[in-house]
Structures are given as C-alpha cells and as structure tokens.
C-alpha cells in the first residue's frame, strides 16, 4: 500500500476540518487545514497589507493589460512564485501520507498514486447554520463570509492555477453534509481512501 493521501475541497461552512480531522485519526496521518481561514480571508481589508495573503489578493487584482512594462513582469513573477511555493508545500505534505484541505490538492496530486480526492457540499442554508454554529458567530456574519469566501476560493485557483475547484468531476467523492454527519462522511472517505490506496502500485 502507498501512503494514504487525501484532498479535500469545500464550499463554505461544509466541514471539511471537522471531517478532515476524523479522516486523518483514522488513516494515521497528519490533518493540514486551509491555507488561509475564514477569519484571514473576512479580516484583510487593505491592498497593502503585509503577508502571503495580500500577495494572493495582489496577484489576483486584475488583469496584466492594465500594467505597463516591468509591472508586467512583476505582476506575473509573483503568480509564479506563489503557484511553485504552494505547490512544492502540498506535494512535500503528501510524501509520507496526509489529509490536505484545500490548497489546489485535488489538481496538484490528481496523479498522486492511491490519493483520494473529496469535495464537501451542502445547500447554502445548512452551510450557515452549521458554521455559525461550529465558529460561534451570527447567522448573518457567517451569510456574509459565506458570499465572499465561495467566490474568493474559486477565484484563487482559477487565476493561479488555471482550474474551477468546483467542477465535480475533478473529484472521487462528492459528499452532501447536510445529510451526512460528521463521522459518516469521515467513515465513507477513510475506507474509499484504503480501498484506493490498496490497488495502487507504489510510484518507482
């Protein structure tokens, strides 16, 4: 068997960390949640802000044709770096087994040997309730977060790497949670895990 590895890809408040965190205890590898949680991606407010989300937003405001000469090449050195340094950090993570949350997992190791690539859904309404509930804030604040950050995943990926996270055919498994629980999901995810890694020939 190859080291079990899963991605796991979610629409706001569908509880990927919750689930991620269960699969990963199960499988016996580490758990790595988002790159950047719901309270970096509500709390950034200016352009020029310090820090690796800012370069994101940076990177991803605009198109080239508005910039003139060396802005250009700036602009397109820093996509650059951001897609090899994400992707060298996901890619070292899935080595000895991992359970990744978002990231661009699903397209970065879509050739990964045995990894198992998820995505979480859930109706909008459900999605709220269930992260007002998990993060402890107002219905509305999560509405709020939810508007924003579905929109602001999918554009990350669409102009960094090209791709549509949302696309289900790029996954293994789509899992409704608003009827399955917490631990259904996870027990569906590990044993599609073990099944897929079990008929993988190790990479040589």
Request: charged share 25%; proline share 6%.
């Amino acid at each position: 068997m190859v080291p079990p590895v899963v991605t796991i890809f979610e629409s706001y408040g569908s509880g990927a960390q919750e689930i991620g965190i269960r699969v990963a205890a199960a499988l016996g590898v580490a758990f790595h949640a988002q790159a950047f949680s719901s309270e970096e991606l509500e709390g950034l407010r200016r352009p020029d802000d310090e820090g690796l989300l800012s370069r994101v937003f940076a990177a991803m405001g605009g198109s080239y044709a508005a910039l003139e000469g060396p802005a250009v090449a700036m602009a397109q050195r820093d996509d650059h770096d951001l897609i090899l340094r994400n992707t060298r950090w996901v890619t070292d993570a899935a080595r000895p087994g991992a359970v990744i949350a978002g990231r661009n997992g699903a397209l970065i190791l879509a050739s990964w040997p045995g990894a198992l690539h998820v995505r979480l859904d859930a109706p909008v309404q459900a999605r709220i309730e269930r992260a007002a509930r998990i993060d402890a804030i107002s219905p509305q604040r999560a509405a709020k977060r939810q508007r924003r950050e579905d929109t602001i995943r999918a554009d990350m990926s669409i102009r960094l790497y090209g791709w549509d996270p949302r696309d289900p055919t790029r996954y293994d498994l789509v899992l409704n949670t608003a009827t399955l629980d917490p631990d259904a999901c996870a027990d569906i995810i590990v044993g599609a895990s073990r099944v897929k890694s079990s008929r993988t020939a190790p990479a040589t």
